[in-house]
């Protein structure tokens, strides 16, 4: 064991307690998160707590005053209590599992964080009975390569979608990973906001409020939906609801369409929040996250320089040619050299041809 620091912790590690340091600037994202949220007066959850780092951070950093944490593993549990004393805090930590605790804590927490090994369906059901109207819940998934479509048929098993192994994965990834909570949520008469959705190397993490009430729940229910897109010409289409219709053919080119999901279709991010969290601290996702045109799916530029047969082209520069003609079009955290935009296929297509010999 040997005591270490991130932000205004310090703590112990080892002896086969789970704390990886490459995942502080996610921590770092929701000491923010909370910081802006105020969560003085709020009952927070840190329901896998391993080493209590996030719990003790959340209250040197954020002012947290009534965290209970949790970790169905005896060393870890020990370990938390240790440090949560060894920063001076006075927060309950219990060797239990979420499963056995939700029982008796119905509507217990106004903030909920989620850090499992993997994925975090299996725990899902039960967060769900702790949380309340205006709950936040913060998830973390790190099963990313069956979110991501490099293992379909675990994907389609496990969160009940079928995913995209391609340019556009990670964003379809968040999105079956949102629809999976907003369908459990719905169960339970909740409907869901969310308010940031990040995707970063092998996580991702979403933070969603929820919203309790039947229409609420139907309403987040509608925004969900399947998606398709046409490998020819990019194109891609999307059918709201449970059932939709969706057609077979690529209305812009006559392709065969290739089917997705189902996913979450509705926003990723409250910007409100984004930018309060901006001004209080500058992180490089964040600002991507920021400026990002929130809407589903995206073109990547080197996919369309390929198919029309030349070599690259910035994708700033076809940011800059479609803002020209009057479109909205930006960066984005899913793709490098990926671009979000409002305008058609032929529009980008057209763009991008434009800059053949301005690269
Ligand atoms: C990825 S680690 C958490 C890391 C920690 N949140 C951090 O930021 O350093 C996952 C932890 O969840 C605990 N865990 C796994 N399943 C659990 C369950 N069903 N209930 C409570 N804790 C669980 C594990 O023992 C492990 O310590
Ligand atoms: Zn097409």
């Known amino acids: 064991m040997k005591q270490i620091s991130e932000g205004k912790a310090k703590f112990y590690v080892g002896g086969g307690v789970f704390y990886n340091p490459e995942m502080s600037t996610l921590r770092d994202i929701s000491v923010l ?5 105020s969560t003085n007066k709020k009952r927070i959850l840190d329901a896998t707590a391993a080493t209590g780092v996030r719990a003790i951070r959340y209250a040197l950093e954020a002012g947290a005053k009534d965290v209970t944490l949790l970790d169905i593993n005896k060393k870890a549990a ?3 209590a240790k440090n949560i004393k060894l920063n001076g805090l006075k927060f309950r930590v219990l060797n239990k599992s979420i499963q056995e605790f939700a029982g008796t804590h119905r509507g217990s927490f106004e903030i909920i964080d989620l850090d499992p090994f993997g994925s975090p369906v299996p725990q899902f059901n039960d967060i769900m009975k702790l949380g309340w109207d205006g709950s936040v819940m913060m998830i973390t998934a790190t099963d990313t390569a069956v979110l991501c479509g490099a293992h379909e048929a675990a994907c389609i098993k496990i969160y009940g979608s079928k995913p995209l192994h391609n340019e556009m994965c990670k964003e379809v990834g968040i999105r079956i990973l949102l629809n999976y909570v907003s369908r459990v949520a719905s169960a339970f008469n909740f409907g869901i906001v969310p308010l940031i959705s990040i995707s970063d190397r092998h996580y991702m993490r979403i933070f969603v409020r929820l919203e309790f009430g039947a229409a609420k729940a139907i309403s987040s229910v509608k925004s969900t939906g399947i998606g398709a897109f046409c490998r020819r010409c990019y ?9 939709p219709m969706l057609c077979k053919r690529c209305e812009n080119c006559g392709n065969r369409l290739e089917a997705f999901g189902p996913l979450w279709l509705g926003r990723l991010y409250d910007k409100s929040i984004t930018s309060s ?14 400026d990002e045109l ?9 996919k369309i320089t390929k198919a029309l047969g030349f070599s690259s082209v910035s994708h ?5 040619t479609l803002k020209k003609k009057g479109r909205s ?31």
């Open 329 to 359: 079009a930006t960066t984005t955290q899913f793709e490098k050299g990926g671009i979000k935009t409002d305008a058609s296929p032929k529009e980008v297509f057209r763009a991008v041809g434009s800059l053949r010999h301005k690269p």
């Open 235 to 243: 194109a891609f289409r999307f059918a709201c609801g449970v059932a």
């Open 316 to 320: 700033y520069k076809v940011i800059e």
């Open 78 to 80: 020990r370990m938390a």
């Open 277 to 290: 969290m901006l001004r209080i601290s500058e992180i490089g996702i964040l600002k991507v996250i920021n």
């Open 294 to 302: 929130d809407v589903p799916m995206l073109y990547s530029v080197p």
């Open 33 to 37: 998160f909370l910081k802006v949220l």
